[in-house]
């Protein structure tokens, strides 16, 4: 099963560092049955774009909590074993807001990734707007929704797991 984990370019570097994320559980977003229901008209290729992007939009939260953070999403695409006796399961608890959010049972290493995304660049200005308008968005400010809104403007740019010691260089 793909799973999509949120994650910053600090994260990432400890990721190579440590070579796993954890301790578990770890929270992830994939292809859920209460994905395919609220996306019934959606394929595969469109149920896993909305899941990277609630990912995505997760790892605004991470770059709040962590100001050091250079200001750039970055969302990890990992295979892991899902089902009865696999090790993500849905969480059930996602309900509208998160349809898309399972529990991973154990550290997620880096050889489970299948690929890196992560905004470019020159999107760090609207992601730092983003960033900064979560609590007011939270709040329903409308305005504040609206600047987090943007960042979902930016597509995340593919990078292989190879290319995971350049990104944080």
């Not at 290729?45 to 992007?53: G, Q, R």
């Not at 970055?74 to 009865?84: I, K, N, T």
């Not at 898309?100 to 992560?118: C, E, G, K, N, Y």
């Amino acid at each position: 099963m793909r799973v999509y984990l949120p994650s910053t370019l600090s994260a990432l570097a400890e990721l190579l560092d440590t070579g796993e994320i954890g301790p578990a559980p770890v929270a992830g977003f994939a292809v859920t049955p209460a994905l395919r229901e609220w996306y019934s008209s959606g394929d595969m290729e469109e149920l896993e774009y909305v899941a990277m992007m609630y990912a995505a939009r997760k790892s605004l939260r991470l770059l709040a909590a962590n100001p050091a953070a250079p200001t750039r999403r970055v969302v990890l695409a990992a295979e892991l074993p899902d089902g009865p006796s696999g090790t993500v399961t849905a969480t059930g608890g996602g309900g509208f807001d998160e349809p898309a959010l399972v529990q991973i049972a154990r550290p997620v290493q880096l050889r489970d990734m299948a690929s890196v995304h992560v905004d470019d660049a020159t999107a760090a200005s609207e992601i730092a707007a983003a960033v900064a308008a979560l609590h007011a968005a939270d709040a329903g400010d409308e305005d504040a929704k609206f600047a987090v809104d943007g960042a979902e403007g930016y597509e995340l740019q593919w990078y292989a797991t190879q290319e995971i010691a350049d990104l944080i260089a």
